[in-house]
């Protein structure tokens, strides 16, 4: 079975610091991880995703993520946190060698708040 | 394109009273799902279908049930509500061809149920 892990409910940095919201994974095969972005009253946005090659990935709005396999984590950071960053982060993976290849499984979501 | 599509947007029922939430897609994506987020628990998986014709369960799957007769339209029906069933939920779609594809999901249709 897969699972994501989110280990912190919420994260308040200030504006202009870096953030880092953590994310680590167990899946029996190889993971394909992915993060997105909730903001208020809407649905989930596609930030980035890690397939295969590079560790370091970009995606949207400045985000990057680092997979680390050894430590089966992939958390995403930002050099320089805005305001309009405070949303609620989700983390999800999917093993692509698994009988649930086709399934994406989520966590349970990092409240970001960016302090002004 | 319109992407992926939800309504009602929001939705109270009493008791015992069916539904069914819309969820279409404009993409030709062949994989569609339906996920219910609560507070605390992130998103999860109620089913899921990987073409017309086919659906299966995923972790969530009792009290609902799924039926995918096009490409572009999978509906999700509550056959007798239960206040457990409050939530917002949420319709999602990607390609298959390559398994690396992010999803894309609707609005959500947020659910009370009395």
């Known amino acids: 079975a897969q699972s994501v892990a989110q280990p912190e409910d919420q994260v308040n940095v200030a504006e202009g610091n870096p953030l880092t919201v953590k994310c680590t994974y167990s899946?029996?095969?190889?993971?394909?991880l992915f993060w997105y972005v909730q903001y208020p009253n809407r649905g989930l946005q596609f930030l980035l995703k890690?397939?295969?090659?590079?560790?370091l990935v970009k995606g949207s709005y400045g985000f990057e993520a680092e997979f680390n396999k050894s430590q089966t984590s992939f958390h995403l950071k930002k050099p320089s946190a805005l305001v309009s960053d405070s949303a609620l982060y989700f983390c999800?993976?999917?093993?692509?060698?698994?009988?649930?290849?086709?399934?994406?499984?989520f966590g349970k979501g990092t409240k970001l708040s960016v302090i002004p | 394109n319109a992407g992926v599509t939800q309504t009602p947007k929001f939705q109270v029922l009493k008791t015992g009273q069916s539904m069914t939430l819309q969820c279409a897609q404009d993409?030709?994506?062949?994989?569609m799902s339906w996920y219910r987020q609560d507070p605390g628990m992130g998103l999860r998986l109620i089913h899921y279908?990987?073409?017309?014709?086919?659906?299966d369960q995923g972790e969530v799957p009792n009290g609902y049930n799924v039926s995918r007769s096009t490409t572009e339209d999978f509906p999700l029906r509550l056959l007798s509500a239960a206040p457990s069933q409050t939530s917002v939920y949420f319709c999602?779609?990607?390609?298959?061809?390559?398994?690396?594809?992010?999803?894309?999901f609707g609005p959500g249709t947020r659910l009370t149920v009395l």
């Open positions: 999602a779609s990607r390609t298959t061809g390559t398994a690396g594809n992010e999803q894309f």
């Open positions: 899946v029996s095969g190889n993971p394909y």
């Open positions: 890690y397939i295969t090659g590079d560790n």
């Open positions: 999800a993976v999917r093993d692509i060698t698994g009988a649930g290849s086709y399934q994406l499984t």
């Open positions: 993409m030709n994506h062949e994989y």
């Open positions: 279908s990987v073409g017309a014709g086919i659906t």
